[in-house]
């Protein structure tokens, strides 16, 4: 018997299949197990995405959206660097709410780097959305290079993210403002 086409978006499902990989792991997940977990069919599932890399894309989005959401409008008369540090800790308080299925995927990509290198340009996309955010200028070559600088910042927090056990997140936040403060310094330095 069909099951009764649901009216769910590809953001829905893409928690869904985040937050299933928190319970089987991101390895083991078919669509199939989405369309059970979310109750609709295959085929509903196949008009959301592609493969599994659109759902980490969808998922991305969705996390993106969330942290802009909350961050609101932040004004300039607060540095730069605690205004980044306050969108990124917002991004991974955001996070937490699906730790377990995002820890999942990022240990995946130990065993299929080919699903890091191809998400390596939606992260590019979502450190331009956290710097415009934070009121930097995300154009040209400087940009370019605030964009890059931040991906790389924003990947070593999210390792020690990973192995924070507590929801104030001290780890976290102490790497992210070690490593804030050292691109400053750069910046400083080198006038970006």
Same mark, same amino acid.
């Given at each position: ?5 649901k009216?769910?978006?590809? /953001? ?9 990989? &928190?319970d089987?792991g991101?390895g083991?997940? *078919?669509? /199939? ?5 979310a109750?609709?069919?295959l085929?509903d599932?196949? *008009? =959301?995405?592609d493969?599994?890399?659109?759902i980490?894309?969808a ?6 959206? *969330?942290t802009?959401d909350e961050? &609101?409008?932040?004004?300039k008369?607060?540095?730069a %660097?605690?205004?980044?540090?306050d969108?990124?800790?917002? %991004?991974?308080?955001v996070?937490n709410? =699906?730790?377990d ?5 990022l =240990?995946?990509?130990?065993?299929d780097?080919?699903?890091a #290198?191809?998400? #390596?340009?939606?992260?590019? *996309? ?6 415009e955010?934070?009121? +930097?200028?995300?154009? &040209?070559? %400087?940009?370019?290079l %605030?964009?890059?600088g #931040?991906k790389?910042?924003y +990947?070593?927090?999210l390792?020690d ?10 780890k976290?936040?102490a790497?992210?403002?070690?490593s ?6 750069l910046?400083?330095?080198f006038? +970006?």
């Amino acid at each position: 018997m069909p099951k009764v086409k649901k009216d769910i978006s590809k /953001q829905e499902l893409a928690i869904i299949a985040i937050n299933l990989a &928190g319970d089987i792991g991101w390895g083991n997940i *078919r669509f /199939q197990d989405i369309a059970d977990e979310a109750d609709i069919s295959l085929a509903d599932v196949s *008009r =959301h995405f592609d493969d599994k890399i659109c759902i980490l894309c969808a998922f991305g989005k969705y996390i993106d959206q *969330r942290t802009l959401d909350e961050v &609101g409008i932040i004004t300039k008369d607060v540095p730069a %660097r605690e205004r980044l540090f306050d969108i990124l800790m917002t %991004r991974f308080d955001v996070l937490n709410e =699906h730790k377990d299925g995002v820890v999942s995927v990022l =240990h995946s990509f130990k065993s299929d780097p080919k699903q890091a #290198l191809i998400s #390596l340009p939606y992260l590019g *996309r979502s450190m331009t959305w956290m710097l415009e955010a934070a009121g +930097l200028d995300t154009n &040209g070559m %400087r940009g370019a290079l %605030r964009v890059i600088g #931040l991906k790389v910042i924003y +990947l070593k927090a999210l390792r020690d993210w990973m192995n924070d056990e507590t929801d104030d997140m001290p780890k976290t936040m102490a790497s992210l403002d070690k490593s804030l403060g050292k691109a400053e310094g750069l910046v400083e330095k080198f006038g +970006l």
